[in-house]
């Protein structure tokens, strides 16, 4: 048997894609002991790069000393973060993986029809089932997994608005891997879920690029694969919905507020959402938690019982504060953003995830909240929904409920295009911000005024924290 040149696997995958699947036939076949484990490292502030990497090969390599790993996209970016330590940014994306396992063998994992895997994604998150198992002494046991159930997704409601936000996000994370492999100069052995579904014979294409003979393949599985009526029936419902997917209109909203909402979402998504923006400022959570948020609010009292956060992104200070709450409820004017939150903390009667309109804080009873929050995104907002924003929580805090809210400093373009400004900057001053909140009948407990930025984009005096409250 001939040797591997480097037997180390690293399958780049997304939700629900058939990755388990790929995993579990690696170790049935002597090809490492793939799973998720850069999973439990991503959202530990103290942890080393050094001490991940060799935790996940510790764990991930079997007794043949064959290496493997999966890695999905939605926290590659957290992961070469923690790799990345205290040194610049590269340029090429996530290049700290192609570092740290350099002569790898890359998979890529994918599915041919992404409605259906959205609709496998949108089933998944609503029925708390990941996967079916075909015996309760197997071997594996992947989160979320029940034993040999059918028709479990036949309760599950799914629309074609679901089907079609699920749509966006894998799209997303296929373009960003994509652009992995093209930055890195990395070819990866492509599989596709419809192959591994069918059987083993992929493997053998690993295999071959590893450089070893090829082995007796075993295709016992003690995992089933996920799919019913209800899919289907989901996937013709979707493909039979003709309705354009026009935006809704912000309710009670003038022009200004219409017009400044798609600028922002456009702004948003290009600048942001199909950027690695969000992965990048996720290492930058706690500090700033820690560093500016709590230091900032002090001695105040503040109630986190029922906490609010509006603009959530992608949840990096969502975590704490689901943490600190009894009840959370996380807004954000793009789908995006929604599901990725829904995915990664999970909904129940006490945490919701909601698209909101722009301008109100959708869903939320009034006088229910008894803390808000808002960090690094009213900043860009437009005066006038700076002002909706402030009488909405007038309406939901309690009667001496609080709300920290991150707004802009920034006076010098009361005209112009805020996606031109210094860190899209929105026109807006500490003195127009406190009239705003007065004329909202809200009360200011105190104000500060901040920097921001590092090296050349470090600008003086640029924003403002300010603590409000329903008297």
């Known amino acids: 048997m001939k040797t591997a040149m480097k037997q180390e696997i690293i399958l780049c995958a997304t939700q629900r894609c058939g990755s388990t699947l790929v995993c579990e036939d690696l170790r049935n076949n002597g090809l490492g002991l793939a799973e998720e484990y850069f999973g439990q490292f991503v959202d530990r502030p103290d942890v080393e790069a050094e001490q991940m990497l060799a935790a996940v090969r510790k764990r991930g390599t079997d007794e043949n000393g064959v290496f493997s790993v999966k890695i999905m996209a939605s926290y590659a970016g957290k992961v070469v973060d923690i790799l990345r330590g205290d040194a610049p940014a590269d340029t090429t ?10 002569g790898a063998t890359w998979v890529y994992i994918s599915r041919r029809s992404i409605v259906r895997q959205a609709i496998s994604r949108v089933i998944s998150r609503k029925s708390g089932i990941n996967h079916v198992l075909k015996e309760d002494d197997a071997k594996i046991r992947p989160g979320r997994s029940i034993v040999s159930a059918t028709g479990f997704e036949a309760n599950v409601a799914v629309t074609p608005q679901e089907i079609s936000r699920a749509c966006m996000n894998i799209v997303r994370e296929h373009e960003l891997w994509e652009r992995f492999f093209r930055e890195n100069n990395i070819e990866p052995v492509r599989i596709e879920y419809e192959d591994v579904a069918a059987g083993i014979s992929y493997l053998e294409r690993i295999v071959e690029r590893l450089g070893m003979d090829k082995p007796h393949l075993n295709s016992e599985r003690a995992l089933l694969r996920l799919s019913g009526n209800s899919n289907e029936e989901a996937f013709d419902l979707f493909m039979a919905d003709t309705k354009p997917r026009a935006p809704a209109e912000p309710a009670k909203s003038d022009a200004s507020k219409k017009s400044w909402i798609e600028s922002v979402k456009d702004v948003a998504r290009n600048r942001w959402v199909t950027t690695p923006y969000y992965d990048s400022v996720e290492k930058r959570a706690l500090t700033q938690w820690q560093n500016m948020i709590i230091p900032f609010i002090g001695d105040t009292p503040v109630d986190f019982s029922s906490t609010l956060e509006l603009a959530v992104g992608h949840g990096r200070l969502s975590a704490i504060l689901i943490e600190k709450s009894k009840s959370f409820v996380g807004l954000d004017i793009l789908s995006e953003n929604v599901d990725i939150c829904r995915d990664r903390f999970g909904e129940s009667e006490t945490r919701r995830f909601v698209l909101n309109d722009g301008v109100h804080l959708t869903g939320v009873d009034d006088s229910s909240v008894t803390f808000g929050f808002c960090f690094d995104s ?10 909706s924003y402030l ?6 805090l309690v009667p001496g409920g609080t709300a920290f809210l991150h707004h802009s400093n920034y006076g010098k373009n009361p005209t112009g295009d805020f996606s031109r400004a210094p860190h899209a900057r929105n026109f807006m001053t500490k003195e127009l911000f406190h009239h705003l909140a007065h004329k909202s009948g809200l009360v200011i407990v105190k104000s500060k005024v901040i920097d921001w930025g590092a090296g050349e984009k470090h600008h003086k005096d640029h924003d403002c924290l300010t603590l409000i409250k329903r008297p």
């Open 93 to 102: 994306l996530w290049q700290p993986l192609v570092k740290s396992y350099p």
């Open 378 to 387: 009213m900043v860009h907002f437009d005066s006038d929904v700076v002002r």
């Open 391 to 396: 009488e909405e929580f007038r309406r939901v």
